[in-house]
């Protein structure tokens, strides 16, 4: 099966395993890593521990790209006749134009007329993440049934309404008919249990599932949700040495394996110190002796396989290495960074701008979900689908180069903002509603977001929207990286669209101080009016609204873009409103540059 040229990026971030894609003759669905070519060294692989600690597995391979590279499986089974005079709804497993060699010759063909067939546009999955057939049979008889009639789909009018589309019974004591009209109704499957299949993993015995059924089209878009969990590859990790020893370290790890092993075997203690202080000893052996100390080797291995247990603990990483990206010297090929300087009327509000000229990221496809979009620090919940990571010891993952901007907030003036009206109480309805929401996915509740967290992401949202209009990259194109704890105030808008040569630098151009501050200006100036207001400003958190004043007209950018699923979003944190009962921070800004006084 052919399914086009599907870049690298697009098997992490869109069409990964577990996805339905629509392939040039039919609709497939890729499969699962363990079902990838086994031979290694046909990928290109890729080392950076911090991130592969993180999500349980030694290193990270690169897909393939070009035909056949993409493991992928027909989806739905369920295919309908094309001809007007047919119509017939058939499973292609089941009809002798499903044999591989009709197949491949002549696409899907309805076994009673012969002509072109497509497939089904109906599917059903669950919030656990699984994947099935519409079952037509039982829709259209109302439950289960043992009527073998065949089964027709026919359009009574030209309109696109489902309400058109008639299915229809063959057999003489039935001729039962039905419209599509209620077919994506959770309701008409609530008496129907999840079988608990898995499409992208055809070998697996089904599991148990009691969720309820979800009805929907092949191509809605909450039928796949990818999980990427992202490292930026910056100093000491971009350091050359730092390289080489990652790679090392998978060595390391494996000849202390094969000495538990041998201890096991002959019945002995094992001694780990011991054993990794002779890996350590052999794998030096294999390097340049004068390129590094046997002392800088150890140093830096003990750096590489600290790892990392939380994914806070990479962005606060990121973070510290930002902030001190003038100790990095200048001869770090990967990773390039300049300070600039702020006007006096942005120190009150920011302590740092800075232009990312080049840095690498690693984006690693941990699984997907299916329903709801999943949330950005946390991967312990019952919904997600786990790529077969701890089976093969490695997920797939890009290593791409971008540019960035990045800017830190002065936090004395966030809290002075906060003290200046009841942020407390604002608080803890978006927290509360972040818990709730939290809770009700099954997710562990980790991190609070509560006001400075929305304030944070509103302003890049608005950033981002601004910057994608003067940098000549898109909004999906752009990305953000949100770094809020009791250590961090910052964020970080950046792009890794580009290959590994890099990008071309017309967003870190916006973080030169003149562009920057028309890029914000014009932003705060946007935020003020939307075109749906007044309904937008009058939206507040609450009743499971995880929003403020916030919409896809003034705030809200694409899925791809925002690393919280467009939640947690309120434009009156960031510019005056005719709200009273919250404060926008740049208001004063706003009111002596912009002229603007509400």
């Not at 991130?51 to 070009?66: H, I, M, N, T």
């Not at 350590?280 to 140093?299: C, T």
């Not at 809290?415 to 509360?432: G, M, T």
Request: charged share 25%; glycine share 6%; hydrophobic share 30%.
């Amino acid at each position: 099966m052919e399914i086009g040229n599907l870049s690298q990026n697009q098997i992490i971030t869109t069409f990964g395993p577990g996805s339905i894609i629509d392939a040039k003759e039919d609709s497939v669905m890729g499969l699962d890593i363990n079902y990838w070519n086994n031979d290694e060294e046909e990928y290109r692989r890729i080392y950076f521990n911090k991130l592969a600690s993180y999500l349980g597995v030694r290193y990270f391979l690169e897909p393939k790209q070009g035909k056949n590279s993409f493991p992928v499986i027909i989806f739905p089974d369920y295919h309908v006749c094309s001809n007007v005079k047919c119509n017939l709804v058939f499973k292609l497993s089941e009809s002798v134009t499903g044999n591989p060699e009709i197949y491949d010759s002549r696409g899907p063909r309805c076994p009673d007329c012969g002509f072109r067939s497509y497939p089904s546009r109906f599917i059903v999955f669950c919030e656990n993440g699984h994947i099935d057939e519409f079952p037509y049979k039982e829709y259209l008889h109302g439950g289960d049934t043992q009527c073998e009639g065949k089964i027709r789909l026919r359009s009574a009018s030209y309109t696109s309404s489902l309400n058109s589309l008639i299915l229809s019974c063959d057999n003489e004591r039935c001729k039962v008919k039905k419209t599509m009209g209620d077919a994506l109704l959770k309701a008409t499957f609530s008496d129907y249990t999840c079988k608990g299949k898995h499409g992208h993993r055809p070998s697996n015995q089904n599991e148990k599932c009691t969720a309820d059924l979800i009805p929907s089209l092949r191509g809605a878009t909450n039928v796949y949700f990818s999980i990427v969990r992202s490292a930026l590859e910056i100093p000491p990790w971009s350091d050359k040495l730092f390289q080489i020893v990652e790679k090392m370290k998978v060595e390391i790890d494996n000849y202390i394996e094969d000495k538990k092993i041998e201890a096991e075997i002959d019945d002995e203690a094992f001694d780990y110190k011991k054993a990794e202080m002779r890996g350590l000893k052999v794998a030096y052996r294999k390097l340049d002796q004068n390129l590094i100390s046997f002392e800088r080797f150890i140093d830096i291995y003990k750096k590489v396989a600290e790892g990392a247990s939380e994914y806070s603990e990479i962005k606060e990483s990121e973070y510290n290495s930002i902030l001190n990206h003038k100790s990095v010297a200048k001869n770090y090929s990967n990773f390039l960074a300049s300070e600039e300087e702020l006007p006096e009327f942005l120190k009150t509000y920011f302590t740092r701008l800075i232009r990312i000229e080049k840095v690498r990221e690693i984006m690693a496809l941990k699984g997907f979900t299916r329903a709801s979009f999943p949330d950005p620090d946390n991967d312990n919940f019952t919904s997600v689908v786990n790529l077969a990571g701890k089976e093969t010891g490695w997920l797939p993952a890009v290593r791409t180069s971008g540019e960035g901007i990045f800017i830190e907030l002065n936090r004395e003036e966030v809290d002075k903002w906060l003290l200046s009206f009841d942020s407390k109480a604002i608080s803890n309805i978006y927290d509360n509603e972040y818990k709730k929401h939290v809770e009700s996915k099954g997710w562990e509740y980790r991190q609070n977001r509560d006001l400075t967290y929305v304030l944070l992401h509103s302003l890049s949202h608005s950033l981002i929207r601004e910057l994608s209009l003067r940098s000549g990259y898109s909004t999906t194109e752009l990305q953000e990286r949100i770094y809020y704890s009791e250590n961090m105030c910052g964020l970080l808008i950046y792009t890794a669209s580009g290959d590994s040569e890099g990008t071309l630098g017309g967003l870190e151009e916006m973080g030169k101080t003149s562009n920057f501050q028309d890029v914000l200006l014009t932003s705060l100036k946007n935020a003020l009016v939307c075109s749906a207001d007044p309904g937008c400003l009058k939206t507040y958190p609450g009743n499971e609204n995880l929003n403020g004043a916030a919409c896809h007209a003034c705030l809200m950018i694409p899925e791809t873009a925002c690393e919280n699923g467009n939640r947690l979003l309120d434009r009156r944190t960031i510019v005056p409103t005719q709200e009273k009962k919250i404060t926008g921070y740049f208001e004063k800004l706003v009111k002596e540059v912009c002229g603007v006084n509400l």
